[in-house]
């Protein structure tokens, strides 16, 4: 029992170092100045929450069979184009995708290390890993 305990802490304390890590690389700290910037820009906000809230509802729709109209397309274009003039915006869509990556990364490498019991080489990691736990692929 002792020694699982003690494999929890050095776990949870090497996670932590990772945290700490990722916290104060340059890349980490733009990524959240954007998205900072963002949230208190309302403006911004306002015109996300206008397009996603529209492509929900064009998803919604498209989801029960519905046709989407001419008019419906070009609300959804028009909306879009206004928000893809705004700096601020668009920024704050790349700061997503940038973590969007970088949390993809970090999976990769725990989860390959998890399925192979060693640390993955670059090797390992090219071409994407396997299909999930217990597919038996073996990519």
């Known amino acids: 029992m002792q020694t699982n305990v003690q494999t929890e802490d050095a776990i949870v304390q090497k996670t932590r170092e990772l945290c700490e890590t990722i916290v104060q690389q340059p890349q980490y700290q733009s990524i959240r100045q954007r998205v ?10 306002s015109q996300y929450e206008c397009l996603s809230d529209l492509g929900q509802q064009l998803h919604d729709k498209q989801d029960q069979g519905l046709a989407l109209t001419s008019a419906e397309i070009a609300a959804f274009d028009r909306q879009r184009e206004t928000f893809s003039r705004n700096a601020v915006a668009t920024a704050f869509v790349e700061a997503q995708e ?28 090219a071409g994407g890993g396997s299909c999930g736990s217990g597919c038996g692929c073996h990519h």
């Open 36 to 45: 900072e910037t963002f949230l208190a820009d309302p403006e911004a906000r």
């Open 98 to 125: 940038e973590m969007r990556q970088l949390q993809q990364r970090i999976t990769q490498y725990v989860g390959k290390t998890l399925e192979l019991g060693a640390v993955p080489s670059r090797e390992d990691l």
